[in-house]
Every structure is written in C-alpha cells, then in structure tokens.
C-alpha cells in the first residue's frame, strides 16, 4: 500500500501537532508498519484511513497509529552509568533534602514498557534500606502508547544479565521459562498513567527528578525546547532533569548542565 505526497504530509502534520512527533523523515516507517493494519480494518487506500482519522479521531486507530510509529524500546539497565549517577549523587542529596516529609517526587515521562520506573524503584529501596517503608517514593511513569502501558503494568519481563543478581532474588518472582514478573512492592511503586506530552502538565506536585530519556529523538527543536520549558516549570527549585545520552539540550534551556544528560534547576 502506497501513500501519496499529500495524505504523507497530512498524517505527519496532524502526529506533529497533536503528539509532538517528527515524521517528516520516516514515510518509508509510516508505510511499512501500518500497510497491513491499514488493511486489516478495512481500509482500500491510506487515504480512506486518513481521511477517517482526521474527521474522527477514532481512540481505536489513534492508539494503533501511536503504537505502530513509536518504538518503546527499553532494557533494565540502560545507560547504566547514568542510573549509577543518580544512585550515588542525585537520591543521596533528595532523600536529605526531605528528611522532614520523607515525600519524593519523581516522573518517568515516556516510560515506555515498564524497565525504567521499575529500575529507579529498586535503587530507591536499595538506598533506603530498612527505612524505604517509612518514606513515600510513589513515583508517576506516563507514556502516549497504550500498549507499552499495558506491557509495563503486567510487569513481566525477560531479565538481560545486567540485572545484579541479588536484585533478582529481592525484586523479582520467577514466572516461567526466563520470565520474571516484578515483586508487588515494586510494581506499587509505580503509578502509571497515559500522558501526551504535549499537553500542559498540571501534575498535583512538582518534581524532584523529571526521567525523559530517549523520548525527545522523536522531536524537532522547536517541540524540544518547548517541553523542556514544561519540565521546567513542573521542576522543584534544585530538581533534576535525566535526559538520553544521545540527547542535548539547546543552548538557552533554563536548566544548567550537571554532568553528561544530567541538568539541574
């Protein structure tokens, strides 16, 4: 199934306005993922599909087109000396900056299916030790696909052999096979919600540390920067900011830079 030169421009403009996605670049991606599921609802052409979507905004073939143009894409232990440097700098100094109220505020935004939020779940209990039921280390993990939502509230995976082993014993039930389902501690840990991050963020709370790591790929600079300006004005005086090492952030961001995707408020 082919698209033509005007639907192409039509569906990437509506995902870039609405959702914040660059597509201009990946007409060969659009067509090879969603030719098939395109025809699979019936549809005789792209444009009858578009067309459809456009004047509907139909749930069900929105969250396909989401799912199908997104990667979701994660491991447990990406970046590993990122995390390591949350580990040993960043939850030292928030965990003494709320002695008072033991409250942490922490959001994985594009949390994809699951790793991540889970994975900064284990380094807080781990730092906490016998205190972490003490504290309120509830943090919120939002992504725009539904089924990567779906895939990180299951909360089952097959665990790379970059997972410590004692983590696998403290944090992981054997399922079957090589599956491993997250301990219920863990995963109520974790408050997932759906979130376009182009919407304003009106969260109850501003935040301690903002994840957003490998998400931002998918926008131009313009989207970029105005969600980084949303980041930061969702940011407590002193939060944090982790985003991918294979990001940056423009050179008028309001955040200053840490260390490599690390900026601080």
């Known amino acids: 199934m082919t698209i033509s030169d005007a639907d192409f421009h039509r569906l990437a ?7 914040g996605i660059n597509l201009t670049q990946k007409r060969q991606l659009i067509t090879g993922r969603l030719s098939t ?3 699979q609802l019936g549809y005789a052409s792209f444009s009858d599909f ?34 390591d440097h949350f580990r040993t700098h960043i939850i030292p100094e928030i965990v003494q900056r ?9 959001w994985s935004a594009g949390c994809s299916s699951g790793e991540e939020p889970y994975n900064i779940t284990m380094y807080l209990f781990d730092y906490l030790g016998s205190q972490a039921s003490q504290w309120d280390t509830q943090l919120l993990a939002t ?30 039930i054997h399922e079957q096979g090589s599956n ?14 759906p979130f376009n991050l182009m919407d304003p963020i009106r969260f109850r709370r501003k935040f301690d540390v903002i994840f957003c790591r490998n ?15 949303r980041f930061y004005d969702a940011t407590v005086p002193g939060g944090y900011l982790l ?7 423009s050179q008028n961001s309001p955040y200053r830079r840490i260390t490599t995707a690390t900026f601080q408020k």
């Open 13 to 19: 403009s509506f995902v870039q306005q609405n959702y």
């Open 37 to 39: 599921p395109v025809k």
């Open 50 to 83: 578009i067309n459809h979507l456009l004047k509907t905004k139909d749930e069900k073939e929105m969250s396909l087109l989401l799912n199908k143009l997104t990667t979701n894409y994660t491991f447990f232990m990406r970046e590993k000396e990122h995390l």
């Open 98 to 106: 709320h002695q008072r109220d033991k409250t942490l505020a922490i």
């Open 143 to 172: 992504d725009i696909s539904e089924q990567a939502m779906a895939t990180a509230q299951r909360g089952i995976y097959e665990l790379p052999d970059t997972i410590p082993p004692e983590w696998k014993k403290k944090y992981f």
């Open 180 to 193: 491993y389902r997250v301990t219920p501690a863990v995963r109520n840990n974790v408050i997932f919600r």
């Open 215 to 229: 998400v931002m790929i998918y926008f131009d600079q313009p989207t970029k920067d105005a969600l980084v300006r």
């Open 243 to 249: 985003i991918s090492y294979s990001e940056n952030l």
